[in-house]
């Protein structure tokens, strides 16, 4: 089978791999207790545990650092500040020079790294930690967006798209509309807190395990703060326990640190942050405010709009320039936008830098229109799902983005239509409006909303990828690629890919853990693109080592090249056929090359900032969902009762795994919008930095009717690998429906009226509090 | 008195000598026995990424429970079987891991062992489910456990497999065996360990505890050690001396005293021990103490802990307080009673004094006409800490209020009395109208704080609702909460299971 067939979608005949339903590969690994992290490797001799001491405050000046009762308490080693640092004391991922591995004198936020401590073990690492002296002159500092815009404090410089002329077009509409809503941000908690552990190799060199989905720029940053070549340094990472974006920037400083007292002292060095310290000092989503201004006709739809996107960014740049173009680039989420201006602002704060989180800024643009939908279909007293239907993109001149995308491969219309009715929508909306009618405290609403998700990074250079793939002599093959596993199953897709390509079974693959020497100058395992990119690369790779294969056959046997077929652990050549791994020997003996470097970066993507003009997406993810819920208007509390998802993921690699990935995005969204609170005090510091206060959703917060279905016609029109389409962001997005349909059963407090104007996330404090101001029963 | 403690790690018998007794559980599995399948993911009880399973005998029979080893002190196993997630699969995966392989059940995998032993410690405890899905008692069960990968749909159907066939695996065969073993280990005397000055000493009488504290005044009472664990794991504090409460049989005592009309509930007895008890006197409790932290924290945790620590967002005082409990406080020079209510002082002080240990909580049984409500609100439904937890006794005349009680937990610097509010309503009509007044009044008794779990605005507003709420659930038959579906057979399982 060449590459083209499989860019159509099709497998070879009778491999029976690829949209197999396989568990993934560390299953069962996982229920022994067998999978290794970072955390988990046995400890080498020598071992040191290393610990931070952080600032109190938010903003600051260090007038004294005295830190020798540190040094001296027993079982120390050795104690760094910024001034011990051999090469640059940055991290910022994106050069903006703005993130230091270790204060160095102004302090930023609360929870910043000021000096880090090597002890003998864990629990001296952290006593010591406690005895610092620090002096510190306290300055006045931004802790929110208003006093951000306010001072003008930016972390970039505000970006604007627009198209058309939207203040005229809102201006001459029959109806319009303004509002405000708030969105939290959210920690990503994923259950292995950011470890690493640095090994001090001879001539310099440092080895470095760590829980991170970027190796690559964790290898450069390391070698940065050594003063030495990014060669010296090399970074492996077998798995993740879990990362949702916020192992793509946050674990390298604490890579740094440990490679840095790794290096100082030649012993090796471990760091592990306890949950607290995870949660108060790495980034999390960013918080938005988003003002809207739009104008529409009696069918609800859309003529002008203008949106203002702020977003608290935290104090560095970090990856909010690329978060928060993703929420602009998703401020239309699936409907077309006559008329549009939509302004962003980056705000530079004084609290904990944040970062890359599923959806990297999408959720927030679309929560933005979704409310402007629901708002206008309470204005017209329409049915929501109307208004949408009448606002999606489609048909010529209804197609364009506001950067000018042409959005060709929608379906929405059929996509929403299938699951209305296996939902029973319309129905079931009837059945709520009349038990809202004659229930006293309990109200109920549902709500669907549609997801449009650009796949591909928005910085064109970091769509490319790379893969190694060796056959031994034996048959068995070695597969690596830079992408890296957090638990989203990419190494069993792309095994599976592999495996397909070469006809043999999936034991005959070895999955290796990701690795600098490997695979060079990768991008971060970010963007929904692993097995896009990585499946493309490994295909590469493979098809290389097949084409040499086939030649080499067809000079032995003579036959046509196009006999020769891989297939079922088979090698055949017209009516004869030989086992792989007897080929391989075969190969061998006659000296053909065995191993083959993967390489794919995608087409047709590019994007010009200046102008937002460009097609900065290969393609989109789709998907809708609906939810019912009920809420107790007595005191906030909520529950889901129901959710139905329809989700397009192309020709699924893998079912089992795609639909993990959309009912895992689907309740982690849903978290975000309901009880994931991040509560800050006055000063700066967060109190819910641990799961004692800060809540994700536990099993009994998911539905028991949940109905969650690839959507069966779903096929990528773009040659992607097999034609599956990403899958690890979109369904976050589907939770919108949830933060929707509560607004809808607040608002059948007060029918007629202006749509209630829910906050996020929806606590039972926002609810009662919401219903208070917005009608009572 | 000994110096060692002796378990059965799996099947394995281990002495571990000369340790730092507040050694977790976590820490010696992960880094002395190299055992790093059970998982650190916060240190404070509440991810259940560490749950393993303890064995202990129970007459003839041995009863499995999950704990979270993050805050549970290795010295507290002495005499027990500890299981982690090492010791289930043999030469094939245990059935649980098969089911949680089979249904795609871990992504990342960290928190997968956890929900392992906790799926197998439900397994072992027979909850199983009946007919339907069963998904409250799973719910219920894996409260403990996050998982932030999966959204817990694919757990959920491994769970439904599990747990609907009887668990028949190498620890339900080995059962004779792990019986003897575990007596063979059994101690009849008291058990104290020493290590670089700090001490720990499990007395088996409560005349030998009375006496270490009275040798000991700075000697910190450990029961569940729910709360202590975290003194412990998260803020590296050094106890120098630990009376741990749990084997003096006096402190488990859980009796009905008919003579004095009261339910006897010893300060060791856990949420999960009295979990039958409570329910079958009082039903309204059911609804709270599934809700009291999780699986793993009620099994270890106890009433008196709950009570003793002070804690204003406690979720046990209210309840007891409206019901009229009393408190029995014991020292080696005697007993003093008195109503629970006095017990807490202000934040931080309660009328105990050093030598002194809460030996009981008196609970009368309930008169025939009571109404007895408990509501806790919180940001999650299951193991969250309450923002405000309300408890209501009610007696009527006719229409008349004759008695009522009323008590707050989140509402002020302990858990009060809603003293004004429950004036309002004593003696007049139980209507509409009252409740209204009465809900107008609790602006007088309280004046709530705000913080990360509410804002005082909600915690006034909210908290006179549920007095609303309780009126309507005492006058109407329509469902006023949103409360899970399915609570009801978790209600007959709990009962039947364990009949
Ligand atoms: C994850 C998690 C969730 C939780 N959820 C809840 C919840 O939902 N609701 C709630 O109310 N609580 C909750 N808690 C808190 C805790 O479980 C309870 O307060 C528990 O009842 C404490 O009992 P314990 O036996 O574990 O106490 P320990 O930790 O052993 O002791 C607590 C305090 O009581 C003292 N003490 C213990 N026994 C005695 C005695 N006999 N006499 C005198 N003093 C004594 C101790 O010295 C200590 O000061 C939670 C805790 C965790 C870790
Ligand atoms: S580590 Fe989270 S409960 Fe023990
Ligand atoms: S599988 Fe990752 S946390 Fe559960």
């Known amino acids: ?66 830190l020798s009762r540190v040094k001296a308490f027993p079982g120390v080693v050795a104690v760094i500040t910024a001034q011990d640092l051999p090469g640059l004391n940055d991290i910022s991922p994106m050069h903006t020079m703005d993130e230091e591995i270790l204060c160095s004198g102004e302090i930023h936020f609360h929870g910043q790294a000021l000096f880090a401590v090597a002890a003998d073990c864990r629990d001296t690492a952290r006593r010591a930690v406690q005895l610092a002296e620090i002096d510190v002159e306290e300055l006045p500092a931004i802790l929110d967006v208003e006093e951000a815009i306010r001072q003008k ?31 939290g941000g959210q920690d990503h908690f994923y259950l292995e807190g950011q470890v690493s552990m640095a090994l001090p190799q ?23 703060a050594l003063g030495r070549a990014d060669h010296a340094v090399t970074v492996e990472v077998r798995r993740m326990g879990g990362a949702f974006g916020g192992k793509e920037t946050q674990a390298a400083q604490w890579a740094v640190i440990a490679a840095l007292l790794a290096d100082r002292t030649g012993r090796p060095a471990k760091i592990r942050l306890d949950r607290d310290t995870d949660m108060i000092s790495t980034g999390k989503r960013h918080p938005f405010r988003i003002r809207y201004e739009v104008g529409f006709d009696e069918q609800g739809r859309i003529e002008g709009i203008d949106l203002n ?98 959005v060709e491969d929608n379906v929405l219309p059929e996509l929403m239509a299938d699951l209305a009715e296996s939902s029973a929508y319309t129905h079931r909306r009837k059945e709520i409006a009349a038990f809202n009618l004659q229930s006293t405290v309990i109200k109920r609403g549902i709500s669907l909303t549609p997801v449009k998700f650009g796949i591909s990074f928005t910085t064109s250079f970091l769509n490319q990828a790379g893969a190694l793939v060796h056959v031994y002599k034996d048959g068995s093959i070695h597969l690596n690629h830079g992408g890296t596993e957090m638990g989203q199953g990419l190494f069993i897709k792309v095994a599976q890919v592999v495996a397909d390509a070469f006809g043999v079974g999936l034991e005959q693959i070895k999955i290796t853990a990701t690795h600098t020497g490997q695979v060079p100058n990768t991008s971060a395992t970010a963007a929904s693109s ?37 297939t079922q652990g ?124 800060y809540k994700i959703p536990l099993s009994g917060d998911v539905p028991e009717e949940f109905n969650v279905a690839i959507w069966e016609p779903g096929v990528n029109r773009e040659p992607t690998i097999h034609r599956s389409k990403a899958v690890g962001e979109p369904p976050l997005m589907l939770a919108i429906s949830v933060h929707s349909a509560i607004n809808q059963a607040i608002a059948s407090l007060a029918p007629g009226q202006a749509l209630p104007a829910l906050d996020a996330p929806a606590t039972p404090e926002r609810i009662l509090m919401c219903i208070q101001s917005s009608g009572k029963p | 008195m000994s110096s060692a403690v002796r378990l059965l790690l799996g099947d394995r018998l281990v002495e571990v000598r000369d340790f730092d007794p507040q050694t977790t559980v976590l820490d010696w599995l992960r880094l002395q026995a190299h055992r790093t399948g059970s998982k650190e993911g916060c240190a404070e009880g509440d991810c259940g990424a560490c749950t393993v399973v303890l064995g202990e005998l129970q007459d003839d029979s041995i009863r499995y429970r999950a704990i979270n080893a993050c805050i549970t002190l290795l010295a507290t196993l002495d005499g027990k079987q500890l299981i982690t997630v090492e010791d289930l699969a043999s030469d094939d995966l245990h059935p649980v891991q098969q089911a949680l392989v089979d249904h795609h059940g871990s992504q990342c995998g960290f928190c997968t062992p956890g929900f392992v032993m906790s799926l197998f410690a439900m397994a072992h405890e027979d909850r199983r489910i009946p007919g339907e899905s069963g998904r409250a008692i799973i719910d219920e069960g894996l409260a403990g456990n996050l998982c932030r990968c999966t959204g817990y749909a694919p757990i959920v159907r491994a769970a439904q497999e599990i747990l609907a066939e009887p668990v028949d695996d190498r620890f339900s065969r080995n059962h004779q065996q792990t019986v003897s073993a575990l007596r063979a280990i059994e101690r009849q005397q008291g058990l104290q360990l020493e290590y670089q000055g700090r001490r720990f000493y499990s007395p088996r009488s409560m005349e030998d ?66 979990m039958d008890t409570l329910c079958a006197l009082y039903p309204d409790f059911r609804p709270l103490l599934s809700r009291i932290g999780a699986v793993q924290v009620r099994n270890a945790g106890t009433i008196g802990g709950n009570i003793a620590n002070g804690s204003p967002i406690g979720d046990m005082p209210p309840p007891l307080i409206v019901l009229g409990s009393r408190l029995v406080l014991r020292s080696a020079t005697g007993r003093r009673e008195l109503d629970l209510e006095d017990y807490f002082i202000e934040y931080g002080k309660q009328d105990i004094k050093a030598g002194e240990c809460v030996e009981q909580v008196l609970l009368p049984l309930p008169e025939a006409d009571i109404q007895f409500r408990v509501y806790k609100l919180a940001k999650r439904f299951d193991q969250d800490i309450c923002a405000v937890c309300a408890a209501f006794a009610l007696q009527l005349d006719g229409e008349t209020v004759r008695s009522i009680r009323i008590c707050y937990g ?52 909210a908290s006179q609702n549920l007095l609303q709420r309780f009126f309507l659930e005492t006058t109407i038959a329509e469902p006023v909460q949103v409360g899970r579906s399915g609570l009801d057979s978790v209600l007959a399982v709990g009962a039947a299971g364990r009949s």
């Open chain 1, 309 to 406: 996107l702020a977003a608290l960014c935290g104090m560095s740049a970090d990856l909010s320039a690329p978060i928060t173009d993703r929420a602009m680039f998703h401020s239309d989420n699936a409907y077309y936008l006559p008329h549009v201006r939509i302004r962003s602002y980056r705000c530079r704060t004084n609290t904990v830098s944040n970062t890359a989180f599923r959806g990297f800024g999408g959720p927030q643009g679309m929560m933005g229109i979704e409310r402007v939908i629901d708002g206008i279909a309470a204005q017209l007293g329409k049915d929501p799902l109307a208004v949408r239907r009448a606002n999606l993109y489609g048909g010529e001149g209804r197609n364009i983005t506001p950067y000018h995308m042409k």
């Open chain 2, 209 to 274: 505890l009375c006496r270490l504290l009275a040798d000991h005044p700075d000697a910190v009472l450990l029961g569940g050690g729910t709360d202590i664990g975290l003194w412990i794991s998260k803020q590296q504090r050094i106890l120098s001396t630990l009376v741990y409460t749990a084997n003096v049989p006096e402190l488990h005592r859980l009796e009905i005293n008919q003579e004095q009309a009261r339910l006897e509930i010893g300060a060791a007895v856990s949420y999960s021990d009295a």
């Open chain 1, 530 to 566: 692993g097995s896009d990119m990585n499946g493309m690369a490994a295909l590469n790779a493979v098809n290389k080592i097949k084409k040499r294969l086939v030649r080499f056959t067809t000079k032995k046997y003579g036959v046509e090249e196009e006999d020769v077929q891989f």
């Open chain 1, 153 to 183: 404090s930016w972390v970039a410089e505000p970006h604007e798209m627009k198209r058309g002329n939207p203040a005229r077009a809102i201006e001459q509409s029959a109806y319009r509309l303004q509002g405000e809503l708030q969105l």
């Open chain 1, 1 to 66: 089978m060449s590459s083209d067939d499989v860019m159509k979608g099709d497998s070879s005949s009778m491999n029976t791999v690829v949209h197999q339903s396989t568990t993934h590969d560390s299953a069962a690994r996982h229920a022994t207790g067998e999978a290794v992290y970072v955390d988990d490797i046995r400890e080498p001799v020598g071992l040191l545990h290393v610990c931070f001491g952080a600032s109190s405050c938010a903003h600051g000046r260090i007038r004294q650092m005295d």
């Open chain 1, 202 to 224: 001879e001539g310099g060199d440092m080895l470095v395990y760590s829980s991170s989905q970027h190796p690559s720029e964790l290898q450069h940053l390391v070698a940065q």
């Open chain 1, 570 to 693: 088979q090698v055949w050549m017209g009516e004869q056929s030989m086992t792989f791994p007897e080929l391989i020997m075969e190969a061998y003996l006659e000296r053909v090359s065995l191993s083959a470097t993967g390489y794919y970066r995608t087409p047709k993507i590019w994007y010009d900032r200046e102008t937002a003009r460009g097609r900065p997406f290969l393609y989109f993810a789709y998907g809708a969902a609906v939810t019912e819920v009920e809420i107790d208007t007595l005191t906030g509390e909520n529950r889901i009762r129901r959710v139905d998802i329809l989700h397009d993921v192309g020709r699924s690699l893998n079912p089992a795994i795609d639909r993990g990935q959309i009912e895992g995005g689907f309740v982690q969204g849903a978290g975000w919008l309901t009880t994931e609170e991040l509560w800050w005090d006055q000063s700066g510091a967060l109190r819910t930095h641990a799961p004692s206060t």
């Open chain 2, 410 to 461: 989140g509402m002020a610097e302990v858990p009060a009395r809603a003293r004004e509010t429950e004036g309002v309503l004593l003696g007049a009509r139980w209507s509409q109208e009252t409740i209204g007044q009465a809900m107008a009044a609790m602006a007088k008794d309280f004046q709530p704080l705000s913080d990360w779990r509410a804002g005082s605005e909600y915690r006034m507003l």
